[in-house]
């Protein structure tokens, strides 16, 4: 066993502790919290995609986080600027 597929072994792991983390502050109370927490579930899906889509070898696993990744900037970006109008 490389040293290499150890470490992403650990990825995955830190990345699941992460999402749960992520789930945590998505569930508070106040919306600032809830857009935070899923910004940041985003993030961990796509960084656990492009790992596990590297070690199995899935087709399209780059496009798919990468286009996640852009969808939820795009998302928070509007949804910050709706509260911003609405209050």
């Known amino acids: 066993m490389s040293i290499l597929l150890i470490s992403e072994y650990i990825l995955i792991v830190a990345l699941v ?5 992520a789930v945590r502050i998505l569930t508070h109370k106040t919306i600032a919290m809830g857009l935070i927490g899923c910004a940041t579930f985003s993030l ?7 790992t596990v889509g590297g070690m199995y070898e899935i087709e399209f696993y780059k496009d798919i986080a990468l286009t996640l990744l852009l969808l939820g900037v795009v998302g928070t970006i509007a949804f910050a600027m709706a509260l911003r109008r609405g209050s």
């Not at 502790?17 to 983390?21: L, W, Y």
């Not at 961990?44 to 492009?50: D, G, K």
Request: proline letters at 0%; glycine letters at 0%.
């Open 44 to 50: 961990a899906i796509s960084v656990l995609l492009l």
């Open 17 to 21: 502790i992460f999402m749960f983390a």
